[in-house]
């Protein structure tokens, strides 16, 4: 998912700095052209650069928030989960308040199944920044995997108005709540959102991936074969190959085609000795 960094303004951070143990005002606005420097750069796609801006910007001051807190989320990106926890910690001794902080931790915490502590930073986030959907949305997440489907579709909704309001929902949090509505057989509810989800991002692999899912559960296999056989043909997204695989197989075998249902199972085990690759 795309994780929006907020820049703060130079002024807001001079304005900070006059609080006691600060750096000079000259330091901390080095450090907040090398942080924009850096935001720059990562846009581009430029993480090495965008890497040695934001070593600029902490050598000039330790506790920049927004530095630690880009830094985090590159080191999540290329799977370095101590540098960004490190990061995070930081950031958020630095400035509790920074919900931006909170809500990235929340998200570390959460990528390390530490469901507790995810709860907790997600929800100080929500609460420090009440029109960010992707708290509410990761609180769901968490809620969804602890079994919780009342909180998990209380969360989602919350999530999906928030969206609504700023303008188009995100393609994840439709996906998120249909998968929530199906898993507590409210179907026709579910089609809905899926219907919305496919006008809204028509060639978005999880969308039919969800479709296939919801029509294989409605009793209608072949429509679900054809959803899973579109959704292989789209880009990669969060679902994998062998989850839409494993649709193919079920969907096959439920409508009584034996050997597609053969040969999704043979790719299965084809593909299965790569996954830890």
């Given at each position: 998912m795309n994780l929006q960094?907020p820049?703060?303004?130079?002024?807001?951070?001079l304005?900070?700095?006059?609080?006691a143990g600060?750096?000079p005002?000259a330091?901390?606005?080095?450090a907040q052209q090398a942080y924009?420097?850096a935001n720059?750069?990562f846009e581009?796609?430029?993480l090495s650069?965008s890497?040695a801006?934001?070593?600029e910007?902490?050598?000039?001051?330790?506790?920049?928030?927004p530095?630690?807190?880009l830094?985090?989320?590159i080191?999540?990106?290329?799977?370095?989960?101590?540098?960004?926890?490190?990061c995070?910690?930081r950031a958020?001794?630095?400035?509790?308040s920074?919900?931006?902080?909170?809500f990235l931790?929340g998200?570390?915490?959460?990528?390390?199944?530490d469901?507790?502590?995810?709860?907790?930073?997600?929800g100080?986030?929500?609460?420090?920044?009440?029109?960010?959907p992707?708290?509410?949305?990761y609180l769901g997440?968490?809620?969804e995997?602890?079994?919780?489907?009342?909180?998990?579709?209380?969360y989602?909704?919350?999530a999906l108005?928030l969206?609504?309001?700023a303008g188009?929902?995100?393609?994840?949090t439709l996906?998120?709540?249909?998968?929530?509505?199906q898993?507590?057989?409210?179907l026709d509810?579910?089609?809905?959102?899926?219907?919305r989800?496919?006008?809204?991002?028509p060639?978005?692999?999880d969308?039919?991936y969800?479709?296939g899912q919801l029509?294989?559960?409605?009793?209608d296999?072949?429509g679900?074969?054809?959803a899973?056989e579109?959704a292989?043909l789209l880009?990669?997204?969060?679902?994998t190959e062998?989850?839409?695989?494993?649709?193919?197989a079920?969907a096959?075998q439920?409508d009584?085609?034996?050997?597609r249902a053969s040969?999704?199972?043979?790719?299965?085990?084809?593909a299965?000795?790569?996954?830890?690759?």
């Amino acid at each position: 998912m795309n994780l929006q960094v907020p820049v703060l303004p130079t002024l807001a951070l001079l304005l900070v700095a006059a609080a006691a143990g600060q750096p000079p005002d000259a330091d901390l606005s080095r450090a907040q052209q090398a942080y924009e420097k850096a935001n720059a750069l990562f846009e581009q796609k430029n993480l090495s650069g965008s890497l040695a801006a934001l070593e600029e910007a902490l050598s000039a001051d330790p506790n920049h928030v927004p530095a630690l807190t880009l830094k985090a989320k590159i080191a999540i990106s290329v799977n370095r989960p101590d540098i960004a926890g490190e990061c995070l910690k930081r950031a958020v001794a630095a400035d509790p308040s920074s919900w931006y902080a909170r809500f990235l931790f929340g998200y570390w915490y959460y990528l390390r199944s530490d469901w507790p502590r995810a709860l907790s930073e997600l929800g100080t986030a929500r609460k420090l920044n009440p029109q960010y959907p992707r708290s509410p949305l990761y609180l769901g997440m968490v809620y969804e995997r602890l079994g919780d489907s009342q909180k998990t579709l209380t969360y989602y909704e919350e999530a999906l108005k928030l969206e609504e309001a700023a303008g188009t929902p995100d393609v994840y949090t439709l996906v998120a709540y249909s998968r929530g509505l199906q898993s507590l057989g409210r179907l026709d509810e579910c089609a809905k959102v899926v219907n919305r989800a496919l006008k809204l991002y028509p060639n978005h692999r999880d969308v039919y991936y969800e479709l296939g899912q919801l029509l294989l559960k409605k009793g209608d296999p072949k429509g679900a074969a054809q959803a899973g056989e579109a959704a292989l043909l789209l880009p990669i997204e969060d679902v994998t190959e062998l989850q839409i695989r494993y649709l193919l197989a079920r969907a096959y075998q439920a409508d009584g085609d034996d050997q597609r249902a053969s040969e999704q199972a043979a790719a299965i085990r084809a593909a299965k000795p790569q996954e830890g690759k």
